[in-house]
Every structure is written in structure tokens, then in C-alpha cells.
């Protein structure tokens, strides 16, 4: 168990819908990353937040957003969504302290089916 | 360019043996760490060892060593006395930079696939 929690673990919405995916980060880790994995594109970089902040921007489409909130959970929205969005949500903490061996450490991921 | 190289889709090996799991890496990036994590069937990701650019010593966590070299830009995953349990897709991923606001670049994968 990695420490960080990410709900709901399974997702089935229609094409059009939006959702929000929630994390929870590891005890005192103020970084949360987002990752999308599917079987075409593999693990990508969507979004980064420390402490509030937005930190990093990656393959984020404009239909997604994410926030971090002070308790420092973080919510993955994910809007008019199209069948390709059906992937594999990660989230991911790490302390964040700006040393080169800052590990991630993953949650189980949110699985994600449009149809 | 491809930033994380796995060129392995598929390693098969005998439980107890060991088996070495290929990554090769291209950054001009001097700061740069290197990360293996383990994705089993059941879907979560699991860090396994961690490897950074200015460490002169391979590192080493239980039966997971990194066979690291800098020179050829490889950071080769080596699990020694395989178990089943250790059938599961593995990543390569890559960190540049000091900032540690920078996110991983993940390898494509290879499948370990451990029969008795």
C-alpha cells in the first residue's frame, strides 16, 4: 500500500458526461501528479500540483482540469467525454522538496470506461 | 525522439533465475534520476529502485539491483531469483532536471512473464 488513495476505482459513463476523480495524497507529501495510461498511448503526463499550486502542465486536453485543495487532496475533472478518454487514471504524491530522489508513489488508479 | 527506450515487449524466465530488463535513456540533462516501477495484472504501480545520475554506486533494494551506466545511457532493471509473484509489467521512467517539479517519462513497458 502506497498511502495514496484515489475513489472510485472503477468509472462507466456515457459519451458527453463529466466526471471527478479524487486523490488523496501520501501523509505529508505536498505533490500530486496526474497520469493517464492507455494501451495506445501508454503513461502520460498530465497535470502536476504542489501545495495548491499548479506546477507542471502536460498532455492535458483542454476538456480536463484538476485542482489541489488546501487539506491537499486533489480532483481530476474530466469533461464532454469521447471514447478515447477510456484509460487507466493515475495519481500520484511525492514530498515534493525539490531534491533530485523525489520518488512518486502511486495510487491504485481510477478506471475510466466511456461508452 | 523517444526520451525512455524499452526495447523488450516480452521476457520470459524460470522461477530463481534472474533476469535483466533493458532501458536505455536520452537526456542532456547532467541531473537526472531514473526510476523502475512494477505493474502488476491487479493494476496499481509499485516503486522499485531509484537510480541518480551523480550516484557512483549501482543501486540495490532486496532482489532488485541497477545495473547503471552512464556512459552507454542504459539503467538495466536486474531481479536475481525470480518468483512467480514477480510476473507483472515493469517501467522505466526518467526525471530531468533538479526541480522536482518535473514529471516521469515512462518507458513503453516489458511484460515479465515468471513460470515454475
Known amino acids: 500500500d502506497s498511502g495514496v488513495t484515489q475513489t472510485p476505482k472503477h468509472l462507466i459513463t456515457a459519451t458527453g458526461q463529466r466526471v471527478t476523480l479524487r486523490c488523496s495524497p501520501r501523509?505529508?507529501?505536498?505533490?500530486v501528479y496526474w497520469y493517464q495510461q492507455s494501451l495506445d498511448q501508454g503513461l502520460q503526463f498530465l497535470i502536476q500540483?504542489?501545495?495548491?499550486?499548479?506546477?507542471a502542465k502536460g498532455n492535458i486536453l483542454e476538456r480536463f482540469s484538476a485542482q489541489q485543495f488546501p487539506d491537499l487532496h486533489s480532483e481530476l475533472n474530466l469533461s464532454s467525454l469521447e471514447l478515447g478518454d477510456s484509460a487507466l487514471y493515475f495519481c500520484?504524491?511525492?514530498?515534493?522538496?525539490?531534491?533530485?530522489?523525489?520518488?512518486?508513489?502511486f495510487g491504485p488508479g481510477t478506471r475510466l470506461t466511456v461508452l | 525522439a523517444q526520451k525512455i527506450t524499452q526495447t523488450q515487449p516480452g521476457m520470459f524466465v524460470q522461477e530463481k533465475e534472474a533476469v535483466t530488463l533493458d532501458c536505455t535513456y536520452d537526456?542532456?540533462?547532467?541531473?537526472?534520476?531514473l526510476f523502475w516501477y512494477k505493474q502488476p495484472s491487479s493494476g496499481e504501480m509499485i516503486f522499485l529502485i531509484y537510480?541518480?545520475?551523480?550516484?557512483?554506486q549501482n543501486a540495490t533494494e532486496g532482489r532488485y539491483s541497477l545495473n547503471f551506466q552512464k556512459a552507454r545511457k542504459s539503467a538495466n532493471l536486474v531481479i536475481s531469483a525470480s518468483q512467480l509473484g514477480d510476473s507483472a509489467m515493469y517501467f522505466c521512467?526518467?526525471?530531468?532536471?533538479?526541480?522536482?517539479?518535473?514529471?516521469?517519462?515512462f518507458g513503453k513497458g516489458t511484460t515479465l512473464s515468471v513460470s515454475s
Open positions: 500520484a504524491s511525492s514530498t515534493g522538496g525539490g531534491l533530485i530522489t523525489d520518488t512518486q508513489y
Open positions: 501523509s505529508g507529501d505536498l505533490s
Open positions: 521512467a526518467m526525471r530531468e532536471g533538479r526541480d522536482s517539479g518535473t514529471a516521469l517519462i
Open positions: 537510480q541518480g545520475s551523480y550516484d557512483q
Open positions: 500540483y504542489y501545495n495548491g499550486e499548479e506546477r
Open positions: 537526456t542532456s540533462d547532467p541531473s537526472y534520476g
